[in-house]
């Protein structure tokens, strides 16, 4: 079974300044893919990133990047320049590839709150 | 072009009583899947569905909950004899094909209250 470990409850984080946030997983399945999702306090799920276990460069998608450390089983999402509209809860996830196994598996979650 | 849909966004029920929550997915979208999120919790997997057939409902209490994706029509999460445990988010997410190779798009959520 999957398992995602995010181990950060809640950071502050000022305005402008680059955070990474901690996400380790834990399978022994070979394909998967790992995802990051932005939760504001309205309530919507925000798809941010995505990496898949075979991808060789770690995955950018504008201010967000994902640092992947296959040995380490951690994917890291970095938020550069930090805005205020960045406050919100975060999630890591993963999916395996094998058939019947495609659930994503979410982690607890970190809230971000960033200081003007 | 038009994201998954939930209705409806709120939902309040008294125990006892059944709950019926509906899930449009992204038009051409073939794979739903359902999720619950408890009050400051991340969000559980409950049911996988393509067209007509669940995929994996292991993550579904076997009793008062079941799901469907018909050929035609939204997906429905049914929930009878509700119970104020119930009280949750729900989730839709759909995808065009199998996760991890694409990207699962979620809906608002609908937000149950057992009164």
Known sequence: AQKITQTQPGMFVQEKEAVTLDCTYDTSDPSYGLFWYKQPSSGEMIFLIYQGSYDQQNATEGRYSLNFQKARKSANLVISASQLGDSAMYFCAMSLANFGNEKLTFGTGTRLTIIP | ?115
């Open chain 2, 1 to 115: 072009n038009a994201g998954v849909m939930q209705n409806p966004r709120h939902l309040v029920r008294r125990r006892g009583q059944e709950a019926r929550l509906r899930c449009s997915p992204v038009k051409g979208h073939s794979h739903v899947y359902w999720y619950r999120q408890l009050p400051e919790e991340g969000l559980k997997f409950m049911v996988y569905l393509q067209k007509e057939n669940i995929i994996d409902e292991s993550g579904m209490p076997k009793e008062r909950f079941s799901a469907e994706f018909p050929k035609e029509g939204p997906s429905i999460l049914r929930i009878q004899q509700v119970v104020r445990g119930d009280s949750a988010a729900y989730f839709c997410a759909s995808s065009p094909s199998r996760s991890p190779d694409y990207e699962q798009y979620f809906g608002p959520g609908t937000r149950l209250t057992v009164t």
